[in-house]
């Protein structure tokens, strides 16, 4: 008898390895600056308040993602077979994977449940606050940002989560994770659209410790919004050829 994955968690590992190509495009800034023209159409902007997508907070994700990469060589006949146990290996991991997103959801069924309490509930505005301060610590929006502009900066963040960080003393720990889509446009062109990312680097812990302790937990997401906001900086200098501080 065949062993098929229930469709919950085929779209849990699609979800993990979404989030995990997310991160790694929101720390690759966009290569090509913006040239003159579109520079000058920005002489003013405004910064649109933060949104966040409905149930953006996602279920916390326990299992260890792993990249298999299989190369085929083209010319010898054996390309087919290499995308073959590509296929299977690929599938073995997504097995792998949904086994340990099951045990770890098992052995912290209590602490998961418990630990969307411990949120912070005005992420949006902490996220508004740090974005507004590190935007306008840009070299070349440093006096461009006002209230109102018919060009428009815009975060919208689509998920936020606990991610594996490791395995520290038997525990598995987590760290928060906040995953955005920014945009610069102007009333006829769309600047800039790109995912952004911010990681609580040094707040790594036990999903326990989120759910029982709210200060912690504060320090640590407040850690991630800084760096979803430097995420944002970084896509800026990158487009305007500059570097903030």
Avoid at 2 to 11: A, C, E, K, V, Y
Avoid at 65 to 70: E, P, S, Y
Avoid at 92 to 102: M, W
Avoid at 109 to 135: E, F
Wanted: proline share 6%; charged share 15%; aromatic share 6%.
């Amino acid at each position: 008898m065949g062993t098929s994955l229930p469709i919950s968690r085929r779209m849990l590992i699609q979800k993990i390895r979404y989030s995990c190509v997310v991160m790694a495009a929101a720390l690759l800034p966009s290569c090509a600056q913006w040239n003159e023209a579109q520079k000058s159409k920005l002489s003013t902007v405004a910064i649109a308040p933060v949104g966040m997508t409905a149930g953006a907070y996602r279920k916390p994700v326990g299992a260890q993602n792993i990249q298999v990469q299989v190369t085929g060589q083209v010319g010898n006949g054996s390309f087919g077979q290499g995308a073959a146990a590509g296929a299977l290996i690929a599938l073995g991991t997504e097995i792998a994977e949904a086994i340990q997103q099951k045990m770890f959801d098992s052995r912290y069924a209590v602490a998961i449940a418990a630990a969307p309490k411990t949120l912070p509930q005005d992420l949006g505005k902490r996220t508004q606050t740090a974005l507004n301060r590190k935007v306008g610590m840009s070299p070349f929006f440093h006096g461009r940002l006002q209230p109102v502009s018919p060009n428009r900066m815009e975060l919208v963040i689509k998920e936020y989560c606990y991610v594996r960080s490791g395995k520290v003393g038997g525990e598995i720990v987590v760290r928060p994770v906040i995953v955005g889509q920014f945009e610069v446009t102007t009333p006829d062109e769309k600047l800039l659209d790109v995912p952004v990312a911010g990681i609580a680097t040094n707040h790594a812990a036990p999903i326990t410790r989120f759910a029982a302790d709210a200060s912690f937990t504060s320090q640590a997401f407040d850690e991630a919004v800084a760096n979803l906001a430097v995420g944002v900086a970084n896509q800026l200098d990158a487009k305007t050829g500059t570097k903030t501080p």
